[in-house]
């Protein structure tokens, strides 16, 4: 298999003169995107504090050739020796991942905070069942709701053709009323061009970034959920550093997470305010939409406490009781 085949180079690379351990980053995104440089950052961050033995680089854009689901056993079986990857992405390997993507469980970024303070002990047991250590988290910009016309409440969604990027999403804004089509990216600004589609579900980054205002006038801030995204590295690759880099790469990635979450929230500000510049009408939900959305959601939230393992009940009934 071709991913094989590149393992040994990706692991680590050794330079004698300077005892220099490389790693390859598997990321999706592209260079520009602000995950991509958060991850660039903490890699200059790893290189400076190890004096150059410890070097990071960043292959942007999936320049290693793996797909989302891919990324987790990737890590794992050491054919990558450090990703970055949304936990969206390994919910068939590991159900209890799914929590932070339930829709309407968290509102914003304080929430996603909460939510990932109790649940963060669990994510760390998986990860280390799977080879690898969490070294930072990032919660993304939350999903908005992109539409033709602005949608004030649950029966403003009634049959809207509007695309999902994951099974959650659909089956959420199907409970809800909608017609989700769940497709890939490229495919749906193509169906926005043509018409095939009345909306899209997805982050304001994102709704820049397709220039959305070509093809729709609004933008409901619903923040149905803020996905989280992990840097992980494979145990045996971090095994092989030096006690002392073990700890300066933890130290680095613990004193940076605030730093780089913080990012993400300045970068939703920031582009919500681009779209609203751009003549997108952008509002809120009214109480009664956000009481109609998260009754909706609830479904899901109860599905997840029975099948997302033992941890699963306790860490939402938890965190239900600490959000209100």
Known sequence: MRLKTIAAALFFMTGA?????????????????????????????????????????????????????????????GIV?????????????????????????????DDAAKLNALAKPTFDKIAERNNQKILYSVFWPG???????PVEAVSDLSALKI????????????????????????????????????????SSTSGVDGKFWEFMGAVNTISYVNPTAVVAVN?????????????????VAARMEPELRAVAETEDTVRLKELGEQGMDVSAPSDAFATALEDAAKKQWDAF????????????????AERK
């Open 17 to 77: 003169a300077q005892a220099q351990t490389t790693w390859q980053m598997h990321i999706n995104f592209p260079a520009g995107n602000f995950d991509t440089q958060n991850a660039m950052k903490f890699a200059e961050a790893v290189k400076e504090e190890t004096n150059g033995e410890v070097v990071i680089e960043v292959m942007a854009g999936g320049s290693l050739g793996l797909k989302g689901p891919e990324v987790l056993g990737a890590v794992r079986d």
């Open 81 to 109: 020796p450090i990703a970055h990857y949304h936990l969206d992405t390994a919910v068939g390997d590991e159900p209890f991942f799914a929590i932070q993507g339930l829709p309407y469980l968290t509102r914003g970024f």
């Open 143 to 149: 999903a908005q709701l992109y539409t033709s016309e």
């Open 163 to 202: 695309r999902t990027a994951n099974k959650s999403s659909t089956d959420f804004l199907a409970d809800v009323g909608a017609a989700p089509v769940l497709m890939p990216w490229a495919d749906a600004l193509v169906a926005l061009a043509s018409g095939g589609l009345d909306g899209i579900a997805t």
């Open 235 to 251: 145990l045996d690759a971090f095994n092989a550093l030096s006690a002392e880099n073990q700890k300066i790469v933890m130290e």
């Open 305 to 320: 406490a029975e099948n997302g393992g033992p941890d699963a009940r306790p860490v939402l009934d938890a965190y239900l």
